[in-house]
């Protein structure tokens, strides 16, 4: 009995950091909130945009996000990337049609999913726009008016 109390602070140790890993390395599912928008940056250069408040079209986008299943921690993915979607504080990084990575965290969807990102992308009726500071600070601007 005197050996488990002996070794309790180092399994309390163990089970703290396993459980910190299991929360900083799985996928937070993502809900939709009224009054959000999303910020979709596509490729090839210079970068178009689109800032996107349709809410079945934001919601699609959540849909498709929240079915990706995580692989491994990967690189910061700061080049190299086909879109970027930015919603309520967090960038999802779209490496490829089938690699999502957020705060450094990779994410595999299939390869159809990948697609239909960018067909509610193109069918989106917001404003396309070349990718720049004003995208940026209109996005900023709805965010702080609750649009």
């Known amino acids: 009995m005197k050996s488990i109390k002996k070794y309790w602070p180092a399994l309390f140790l163990i089970l703290v950091f396993a459980l910190l890993f299991i929360y900083l390395f799985t996928f937070k599912e993502i809900t939709y909130e009224e009054d ?54 967090k960038t999802y990084i779209i490496k490829n049609k089938t690699t999502i990575a957020v705060n450094g965290v990779m994410y595999k969807l299939a390869e159809e999913k990948g697609e239909e990102l960018f067909e509610i992308y193109r069918k989106s009726q917001a404003v396309e726009e070349h990718f720049n500071d004003k995208v940026w600070s209109d996005l900023m601007r709805r965010r702080s008016e609750g649009q």
């Open 36 to 89: 959000r928008s999303l910020l979709f940056v596509t490729l090839p250069s210079p970068p178009q945009a689109k800032i996107i408040t349709d809410k079945e079209e934001i919601q699609s986008i959540i849909a498709i996000l929240n079915d990706s299943s995580k692989f491994g921690r990967g690189l910061g993915l700061k080049g190299g990337w086909i879109g970027q979607i930015w919603y309520k504080g």
